[in-house]
């Protein structure tokens, strides 16, 4: 009793310290990552002898809305422009006795920059105006990442029009695995970036969370929409929480000056190009992509009040041949003469004979259930009179009627269609800037993204369709309230929600009551599986599975900043707020019925008579099926605080300190509907330990415990030995957040109504008739007793989960070079702990394999498999990386990055569902046994982009005086993006078992030899002779991810031309292309060892261990483009 009042009384002093930084703050809060929208300008202001001015006026005037603010310099000679919207600003420094002093135009991100002034003794009259841009070193934090603006974004190949493709660039990102290591093939989510876990990056919109708790959905704002995109990848301020990178868009804003665009983009496979592998003599499948839309901003009051507005639709066309085999017009009317062959052979190459009449037994013969009888102690059946049923079953009719008529010849693949896939999305986003005062600015957001479409698949509707509508909405409002030069507050409420209504298209079309099914437990098509027969007909009847997803995250969050001489310090509070309203896929089941021919065999044991249709067709049922589960409501929080104090204890030496803390609730559901394996829970059916927890147990109504320790420090420093260098390091603890998908299992269970019956008379009595009244057969609600899933197989989900973490350090030099020019060398690393292992908890241990099969030797051997996470893997990451970037100047621009890196860790799995790659193990009970190389290890990597200006026509260095000449020659833009780096490891492994019982999948041999060949290619990566199976009952020697696989190389490509028809009016037309080259990079090879291998069955594509027949990176893929703006 004393510890439960020493941990309540702890929880009282968490929960009063809160409160308490809550009423600080006047507001409440709740949000993924404390983040922000708006950006800081800091800087020094000296006269020539670097002594500090005190008192010196800077005025920053926005270029695009005219909003003036005013700042003075303290004591130590500092101003920070704190809380400041991105944009453009004309920066104003002066002093009484001192020349003043102009920049601009200085560009302003979301982040920190440095801008500082040196005043000369001179009159008012005596100006000094300095063009160009703050520099691109970062002198006063120590963070690692990035920012595309708006315009590198639209120089770059672009195909898709989404900004997130352009995290291929980052340094020390690596793509899926199962893509070969191609970043663009999964952007953003499905990234390792500094080897942190995929999937476990923190997306934002204007500093409010877009992350969904469903599968670590994002919504990302449309390509024309965004104004920039700032990413955090390592070693970043307190502000935010997130164990990956933080993906912050900020959106488009009106300004005084009226703008607007209308733009098109088309894909089709007209314009593209085979990939290695596709067959020369096959047609490129239907492929049409078409993006139109338009934006429109500017003044509503001048000064005042600014209004941007976009909208955009894509439609995505695709298509597919289906051969399908439905029954002949002579089937339906139970007429199966057409399929009668010749003697049935029993497995010796004899005759068989019926015994009911001592015929010879005929392929597909068909035999009348109502003659079952027993001949010499031999049950058999009598022959329909020329293969041919005289009743059919009414129920079995009416289903029956949902086939096509055939519309090709044959008995088999006798229905063709082209099967197109149709999936528009429509997109609409507006905003709304107010400045109430020159001190008090609203912005209000909004998005709305909806996607319906209806899937086809091998039969026309209504069968296996589906209705998709994905529906996302985003919201935000933001209040800054510069209460003071050196006081602003920053209040934000942003609300995401995302819905899946996924519907097959038969349901509520009371289609069981019009064909008079009396054993539906739901209003849909029930599922007709039907297979028996040589050349059997035919493709059953089903349903697209049911869905219902409903994400909601709330994030109201506040940020106040105050100066206080060589300290700028943020701090803030938070509670994050998930809801997760979803039912799993397939949840509405009429029933699923299975027919396969056993009822018209002459005899149980004959082999080749019997037709499955035909069983069908007499509603002869073999097993039956149903489950139903009602849509259940998972709940999270986490409240959070942080401060962060940037400390320029000199004007070049600046320290960032902070400190964030976090509450981590566990899932719980709003009906109580949970349920999942406890080790802790005593089996009262076998007396011992380990047994189905459900809500209420054991005093607990939620998955996990709540954590109430989560401290996350940081620490950084940016040190500027002169102006053309700066030194900068940091070390910081950052946590990953409880996905909804890892605990998806324990949520809903227990909830559904199910039942089911097979036949247990070895194929004499059906087990029920399609036309019976439907009361024989069990249906019940899902039980919650703790022994009720004995023998079965079940999910874990610990109660005593550990927050997961990441440790993250970096330490690097930038130097400014001419042609401003920036260099930076960073040792970027980080370590992961309490990493999600997802394995079988029941796996026989090692100590107790045995050349036989054995589950007995199972921990908890009254239950079958149990698939869970536990939280004890670990990963390490070390790199180097070298940077260089070039603005835009002079026609030209780059940007280029080589990674040296090395990533080891236990699995892949970042506890967002099968998410991150597979993850193969052998000993569950050990995951440093499984420690190595990760999915994601690419050890070198080269990424460059570069735009160019060609230079002819107006404004540039050659023929710009004829205008005729400039139509022609002028406005050309050259881009490319480039992509090379080393493959992706993999593991050897054999298709065998090792005994254990365990959900793994596959296994791992013994390394007897070389694995190495002499020339590595498609033909063979590997020599597979290295390898041998492991002895039954052990583990194979061979180690995780241990050969590495084919290099990637791509190079993408955009050439464009702008016409300028006024100074304000612009016509760009381009030609974009991903793989520009075609150039083929192969995927991984054949990974099990004992495949055999076949270089001659299909030349050019072979097949078996170590053999590659398939690339990463897709043919050529084009894109043509226009855009109006003015």
């Not at 949000?31 to 202001?45: D, F, I, N």
């Not at 592998?277 to 096959?282: H, S």
């Not at 190079?1051 to 520009?1076: C, E, P, Y």
Request: glycine fraction near 12%.
């Amino acid at each position: 009793m004393g510890f439960i009042q020493e941990k309540l009384h702890m929880f009282g002093k968490l929960c009063g310290c809160f409160i308490g930084f809550c009423l600080l703050l006047c507001a409440g809060a709740v949000a993924v990552a404390q983040s922000s929208a708006t950006g800081e300008v800091r800087g020094t202001v000296t006269d020539t002898s670097n002594a500090v001015i005190v008192g010196a006026t800077v005025l920053l005037t926005n270029i695009d809305t005219g909003e003036i603010t005013q700042f003075t310099t303290n004591k130590d000679g500092l101003y920070d422009t704190v809380s400041t919207p991105s944009g453009h600003y004309r920066i104003d420094f002066s002093r009484q006795g001192f020349a003043p002093l102009q920049r601009s135009p200085i560009t302003l991100t979301v982040s920190t920059i440095t801008v500082n002034a040196q005043l000369h003794v001179g009159s008012i009259e005596e100006k000094v105006v300095v063009t160009g841009d703050a520099s691109l070193l970062k002198t006063e934090t120590s963070d690692q990442g990035t920012t595309f603006d708006s315009k590198t974004m639209q120089q770059l190949p672009q195909v898709g029009q989404s900004w997130d493709n352009f995290t291929i660039l980052l340094p020390g990102s690596a793509g899926t695995a199962t893509q070969g290591g191609d970043p663009a093939a999964s952007p953003g989510l499905g990234v390792s970036i500094n080897g942190t876990l995929p999937y476990s990056s923190n997306f934002l919109a204007d500093g409010a969370s877009v992350t969904l708790p469903q599968s670590a959905n994002t919504d990302t704002n449309t390509f024309e929409t965004i104004s920039e995109v700032n990413i955090e990848t390592s070693t970043f301020s307190a502000q935010y929480g997130a164990g990956g990178a933080v993906f912050n868009q900020i959106t488009k804003s009106g300004t005084n000056t009226f703008h607007g665009s209308a733009y098109e983009y088309l894909q089709n496979n007209e314009l593209n190009a085979r990939s290695y592998f596709d067959d020369p003599n096959t047609a490129i499948p239907p492929y049409h992509v078409h993006v139109f839309g338009g934006s429109i901003s500017g003044p509503i009051l001048k000064n005042k009040m600014f209004f941007y507005f976009n909208t955009e639709k894509t439609i995505s066309n695709t298509s597919a041949d289906e051969f399908v085999t439905v029954p002949t017009l002579a089937e339906r009317g139970g007429d199966f003469s057409d399929v009668l062959g010749g003697p049935a052979l029993d497995g010796n190459g004899n005759q068989q004979i019926n015994p009911c009449d001592g015929t010879v037994i005929l392929t597909n013969q068909i035999f009348d259930q109502s003659t079952l009888t027993t001949v010499n102690g031999q049950p058999c059946r009598r022959a329909f009179a020329g293969n041919k049923i005289a009743t059919v079953d009414p129920v079995a009719n009416g289903l029956q009627a949902y086939y096509p008529a055939p519309n090709r010849p044959g008995l088999t693949n006798n229905y063709f269609q082209v099967t197109p896939v149709q999936n528009p999305y429509l997109t609409f986003y507006g905003r709304l800037d107010y400045d109430i005062t020159s001190k008090n600015r609203i912005t209000f957001a909004a998005t709305s993204r909806d996607n319906k479409a209806l899937y086809r698949n091998e039969l026309p509707c209504p069968i296996n369709c589906q209705f998709d509508d994905v529906a996302d909405h985003v919201l935000l409002l933001s209040d800054t309230w510069t209460i003071n030069p050196t006081f602003v507050n920053e209040f934000r409420f942003g609300f995401n929600r995302q819905g899946n209504w996924f519907a097959p298209s038969t349901l509520n079309q009371g289609i069981p009551q019009k064909v008079g099914l009396q054993y539906a437990k739901a209003d849909i098509l029930p599922d007709i599986s039907i297979n028996g027969g040589v050349g059997s007909c035919c493709d059953g009847l089903y349903n697209s599975g049911n869905y219902i997803g409903v994400g909601n995250s709330f994030d109201p969050s506040d940020v106040v900043t105050l100066v206080r001489g060589k300290h700028v310090i943020h701090f803030g509070g938070e509670v994050l707020r998930y809801q997760n309203n979803s039912v799993p896929y397939g949840n509405v089941q009429a029933g699923e019925f299975n027919f396969s021919g056993v009822y018209t065999q002459a005899t149980p044991s004959t082999v080749g008579s019997g037709f499955g249709y035909a069983d069908f067709l007499l509603g002869e049922v073999q097993s039956w099926s149903a489950n139903n589960q009602p849509v259940s409501g998972a709940r999270q929080f986490s409240p959070q605080m942080f401060v962060q104090d940037d400390y320029k204890i000199r004007s070049n030496l600046t320290l960032n300190l902070g400190l964030r803390y976090q509450i981590q609730s566990g899932w719980s559901e709003v009906h109580g509907y949970e349920g999942t394996f406890d080790p802790t829970l005593l089996n009262t059916a076998t007396g011992t330990l380990g047994a189905m927890w459900f809500v209420g147990d054991n005093g607990r109504g939620q998955l996990q415990k709540n954590v109430y320790d989560i401290f996350l420090p940081r620490l950084g420093f940016s040190y500027s030995p002169n102006s053309t260098t700066v030194v900068r390091g940091g070390f910081g603890i950052y946590s990953y957040n409880w996905s909804s998908d890892t605990y998806g299992s324990g949520v809903g269970f227990g909830s559904n109504s199910y039942g089911s019956a097979s036949d247990q008379t070895n194929g004499l009595t059906p087990v029920v008739s399609l036309s019976g009244l439907g009361s024989n057969l069990p249906y019940l609600k899902a039980s919650t007793s703790s022994t009720a899933y004995n023998g079965q197989g079940v999910n874990y989900n610990p109660y005593h989960t550990p927050v997961a973490k990441s440790y993250q350090y970096s330490f690097g030099v930038q130097h400014q070079l001419p042609q401003q020019i920036v260099l930076n060398v960073s040792y970027v690393g980080s370590h992961g702990t309490n990493l999600s292992f997802p394995h079988d908890i029941n796996q026989v241990p090692q100590s107790q394999l045995g050349p036989n099969d054995d589950p007995s030797g199972r921990p908890y051997p009254q239950f079958e498999g149990i698939g869970g996470d536990t939280y004890n893997a670990i990963s390490n990451y070390n790199s180097l990386q070298l940077e260089a970037q070039r603005r835009l100047a002079s026609g030209w621009s780059f940007s280029a990055n080589y990674t040296w890196s090395h990533f080891l860790n236990d699995q892949d799995s970042a506890g967002w569902g099968g998410h991150g790659g597979t993850q193969n193990y052998q000993n569950g009970y050990d995951p440093h046994a499984n420690y190595g190389p990760s999915n994601f290890d690419i050890r070198n990597s080269f990424k460059a982009s570069a735009v160019y200006q060609l230079p002819f026509g107006r404004n540039r260095k050659f023929l710009n005086k004829n205008a005729a000449v400039d139509a022609v020659a002028g406005g050309w833009q050259l881009s490319l993006i480039e992509v090379a780096h080393s493959g992706n490891p993999f593991t050897v492994t054999y298709g065998g078992t090792n005994l254990s019982y365990s959900q793994a999948g596959s296994w791992r041999p013994n390394l007897v030899g070389n694995p190495a060949v002499a020339h590595r290619g498609i033909n063979g990566w590997f020599n597979p002779a290295a390898f041998a199976t492991a002895a039954a009952g052990t583990f194979g020697n061979l180690g995780r991810n241990t050969i590495y696989g084919p290099d990637l190389t791509e190079l993408n490509a955009s050439l464009g031309k702008t016409f300028s028809f006024t100074h304000n009016v612009q016509l760009q037309v381009r030609i974009d292309a991903t793989n520009a080259l075609n150039h083929p990079s192969f995927g991984q090879p054949d990974t099990n060892f004992d495949d055999p291998v076949d270089l001659t069955d299909n030349p050019g594509r072979p097949t078996g261990a170590g053999t590659i027949s398939s690339t990463t990176v897709g043919g050529r893929n084009v894109q043509l483009g226009g855009r109006l703006s003015f």
